[in-house]
């Protein structure tokens, strides 16, 4: 079955650091998300993408947050300068017929 | 925005047993799915179910979509099926996928 594949799948970083998440979605999905999970929380949409640009993003996605697709195959969050806050783990998901989600990328931020 | 309830919050079954799980949401929707978050933190898709019944071995799921909600069956459950179930959902008209606050599932041997 085809899998969205996240790297790294753990990460820690000092805070005002930043931070690039990857993500390889399934091949043929058009449309790209990120979500993200603050322990012991609920799932939380962060920003979509299609045809290479942002179509919809949550409040939480302010100017620290910015996505690229910068080749036919990978697709980026950074986060330009890390809060503790932003430690989560971060969900990139593709979608056709229903989302499919990566593993996850579990950000520590200390 | 999509209200999504789920219930019960907590559940602990003995190996065996049988469970239901609701999900109860706010609007229509032209997708509805339900995921396992295993004890690694994965999601791991178990329907995509907008509507109608579907089954997979011990689980099955249907969604009532005219009455907004959708229940998810677990037969004779197994340690295996310990963490946290999500239900989510994606409004009519939204690109987004909405979720539940999920419900903790304990499977004691």
């Known amino acids: 079955e085809p899998e969205v594949t996240q790297t790294p799948s753990h990460q820690v970083t000092q805070m005002g650091q930043e931070v690039i998440l990857r993500c390889v979605p399934i091949s043929n999905h058009l449309y790209f998300y990120w979500y993200r999970q603050i322990l012991g929380q609920k799932v939380e949409f962060l920003v979509s993408f299609y045809n290479n640009e942002i179509s919809e993003k949550s409040e939480i996605f302010d100017d620290q947050f910015s996505v690229e697709r910068p080749d036919g195959s990978n697709f980026t969050l950074k986060i330009r300068s890390t809060k503790l806050e932003d430690s989560a783990m971060y969900f990139c998901a593709s979608v056709v017929d229903g989302y499919t989600f990566g593993s996850g990328t579990r950000l520590t931020v200390v | 925005g999509i209200q999504v309830e789920q219930s019960p919050p907590d559940l602990i079954l003995q190996e065996g047993a049988n469970s239901t799980l609701r999900c109860n949401f706010s609007?229509?929707?032209?997708?509805l799915q339900w995921f396992h978050q295993n004890p690694w933190g994965q999601l791991i898709n178990l329907f995509y179910?907008?509507?109608g019944t579907k089954q997979n071995g011990r689980l099955s799921a249907t969604t009532v979509a005219t009455e907004r909600y959708s229940l998810l069956y677990i037969s004779s459950s197994q340690t295996t099926d310990s963490g946290v179930y999500f239900c989510a959902v994606e409004r009519i008209g939204s690109e987004k996928l909405v979720f539940g606050k999920g419900m903790k599932l304990t499977v004691n041997p």
């Open positions: 179910i907008p509507s």
């Open positions: 609007d229509s929707v032209n997708n």
